[in-house]
């Protein structure tokens, strides 16, 4: 079998492992989202196991092997043997670049094509810097890049609640139109493939996301650049490239090429997605090349080719100078941002934000925001959709981190799934005996609102909805004269502070639906002992459902 043959095969093995890989991600992303609240059966943090970038950020932000996985060294490993084929192979973002950048040769005539090296590639690796930089010093910002919470957040919050509503869009308006011929009707067709979409993918009511329209915006750039430079994310951008690439300076598995048998044809070079250099013999790029093998099959004259080479053995290679000086100001710049992002009253606890309410089982504000990678795993497997992203209430380290929004949803009582879910336990994993009393906040009643306080008018909505065991709201029974002189008894309501969970379904049921007349605020929040305003008595609710953590200090347990 030639050289090149091989080769050939080789590349449809590739892009077969890439398809199953893309489908295998998009399944367990759907998989996430459970009609009843329970945690889903399949691992769907999978991915994020296998990333090595979330492990090593973890560990450096939160100095314990607590809630990471090991999963990530599979992936060094196999990086150290055969190169970033995870990045050629495997990942599903690339997989999706790959794809936009077929459709180059659509673009000839407006996009130069060329796949030469550009000293802005060792940008990724100024970016890894400032990022690991941040991580160390307590902000995890990894997940704002890393290209598999990019993707999953991008998709999850705002590929697929699209793709809902045009599928509900649809369906209902053949369903009312009703187009047929005789006895043909088109939602005959429309239907079963509908009432599927509603069972397999959906699985629940139709789950919006608010603040999503810059996670959107940045999925989009990040397709559309691959028509002016071949997977220009992976190239120029991607974090997990760069450690990758690091990791990939002498893989076992490297090109070789042949001298003599180049005759200049370039095939190889426009061929090569990551401008690894295939055509200059001796200047390879290892830790650029994504070991697709296309400069091999495109080389007609069977000058180059993959060989195994011994760890200990040099080879003749080209390498990227990142420069002292570069690096350097690269990580002074990740320190830099990082005090920007530190300067303000609610990052050093001055204040409490009365919209940030945490899911239950989230960690205090300072180490939940040094492990959560901004996923949205959480929000896409809440039920009621109430966790949401969130924009401005946790500043700008706390970006697209996980919020809870009583105006949308609320915390359901018999669901602790956000937890289970958590790659990283910024969110515990309760148990749901546990999860149940967690306090997450405070409700509070607007009396110039409320139907009884304000108009004189019996209404007991949110004492009916209170999941809480005996109640956390209360009624007071009041005499009110009408404008008649009638003497009515009416109901006037109360929230037990010490009962309430701050799940948030009062607020979400609330008559008014403009602005709810009761409303949860973040206050009285278990994971923070300077947020409750209300001193808890011995009814045993609410009590510290974590205990205490190797990072948590004696004096609180929570940390602060």
């Known amino acids: 079998m030639s050289t090149v043959t091989r080769a050939r095969r080789i590349i449809w093995l590739r892009r077969t492992v890439q398809t199953l890989v893309l489908a295998a991600f998009l399944y367990l992303l759907t998989a996430n989202r459970p009609a009843d609240g329970a945690a889903p059966d399949s691992p769907v943090d999978l991915f994020f196991d296998l990333d090595p970038l979330v492990m090593v950020a973890s560990w450096l932000a939160t100095h ?92 999850s919050l705002t590929v697929l609640p699209a793709a809902d509503i045009a599928m509900s869009s649809v369906a209902n308006g053949v369903y009312l139109a009703d187009p047929h011929l005789g006895s043909l009707h088109l939602r005959d067709l429309t239907e079963p493939v509908y009432r599927w979409w509603q069972e397999r993918v959906t699985a629940t009511e139709l789950r919006v996301f608010s603040g999503t329209a810059v996670v959107f915006l940045i999925f989009t750039v990040a397709l559309v650049l ?62 650029e090349c994504f070991g697709c093998w296309n400069c091999v099959g495109s080389c007609s004259n069977q000058g180059l080719d993959f060989k195994w080479f011994p760890p200990v053995r040099k080879t003749s290679s080209g390498s990227i100078d990142l420069g002292k000086r570069r690096s350097l100001a690269a990580a002074a710049g990740g320190v830099a941002t990082l005090s920007m992002m530190r300067i303000t009253p609610a990052a050093n606890a001055k204040t409490y934000n009365p919209a940030l309410i945490r899911p239950p089982g989230a960690r205090p504000e300072r180490e939940f925001l040094q492990r959560c990678i901004k996923c949205g795993l959480c929000m896409q497997t809440c039920p009621s959709g109430g966790l949401q992203p969130t924009w401005s209430e946790a500043g700008l380290e706390g970006l697209w981190s996980p919020v809870l929004v009583p105006a949308i949803g609320w915390c359901e009582f018999e669901c602790h799934a956000c937890g289970q879910v958590c790659p990283t336990e910024a969110i515990r994993p309760l148990e749901l005996a546990v999860k149940k009393p967690v306090k997450i906040g405070l409700a509070i009643f607007d009396t110039t609102r409320c139907l009884p306080f304000a108009f004189g008018r019996e209404c007991i909505v949110c004492e009916e909805h209170c999941p809480v065991p005996d109640k956390a709201i209360t009624f007071e029974l009041r005499e009110v004269i009408d404008r008649d002189g009638n003497v009515n008894t009416i109901k006037f309501p109360r929230v037990d502070p010490g009962r309430c969970t701050g799940c948030g379904i009062c607020e979400t049921k609330c008559v008014f639906r403009d602005k709810a007349a009761i409303r949860v605020v973040s206050a009285n929040e278990d994971r923070h002992p300077d947020n409750q305003p209300i001193l808890t008595g011995g009814d045993g609710y609410g009590a510290d459902p974590y205990g205490p953590t190797d990072s948590e200090s004696s004096d609180s347990p929570y940390g602060y």
């Open 64 to 155: 314990t092997l607590e809630g990471i996985s090991l999963l990530g060294l599979v992936t060094l490993l196999v990086t150290l043997v055969f190169g970033r084929v995870f990045c050629g192979w495997f990942c599903p973002f690339g997989t999706l670049n790959n794809a936009v950048s077929s459709l180059r040769r659509q673009f000839r005539r407006v996009v130069k094509r060329t796949e030469q090296f550009n000293r802005w590639q060792r940008a990724k690796y100024y970016i890894l810097a400032a990022l690991l930089v941040m991580t160390a010093l307590g902000a995890q910002w990894v997940g704002v890049l890393d290209p598999f919470s990019l993707l999953y957040r991008s998709v």
């Open 226 to 287: 691959n028509l002016v430079r071949n997977r220009f994310w992976c190239r120029y951008l991607c974090p997990l490239g760069g450690l990758l690439g690091l990791a990939s300076f002498r893989p076992l598995l490297r090109l070789t090429s042949d001298p003599d048998a180049c005759d200049g044809c370039l095939k190889c070079t426009l061929s090569c997605p990551a401008a690894a250099q295939p055509e200059k013999p001796g200047e390879w790029l290892g830790t």
